[in-house]
């Protein structure tokens, strides 16, 4: 029972996590230059942040179930490394980039392309997060066939 209960939340996990930083890329890559798409991006990533979170939360808590009785090497090890890159990646853009998001949409500046600086730290993040969530998923399929 508890197992179903850990791969339940841990593929939960993926689904909210990863469906929410899919949505939030495709519209930060429209939005590095039309004003229309920044503006749905800044207004779009307070929905998508606590739900990247929330899959964090998920995936994280089903990981711990799932390998409650594993060690920590092989695909458990590497789980647990990609989620604190996840984690510190999110912290990252929730206490950097996000702020910068709200100011500007406070600031009645929301449709306004982004600065091409701000565009290449977010573009790092974005590889981080999609080259994390995408193995980890991809680790845990090994797992379980």
Known sequence: MIDGVGLFLFLAGFVIGLGAVSVIDVLGFLGRTSRYWTEATVRAHKVTKPLIWLGITCAVLGGLITYHEESLVGIPLAHACIALVLIA????????????????????????????????????????????????LVLLVVYLV
């Open 89 to 136: 990646n999110g912290a990252f853009l929730s206490s950097y980039v996000s702020p910068i998001l709200l100011a500007r949409e406070q600031a009645g500046q929301a449709d306004q392309i982004l600065p091409r600086s701000l565009q290449r730290t977010i573009l790092v993040s974005i590889v981080v997060s999609d080259v994390g969530w995408w193995s980890a």
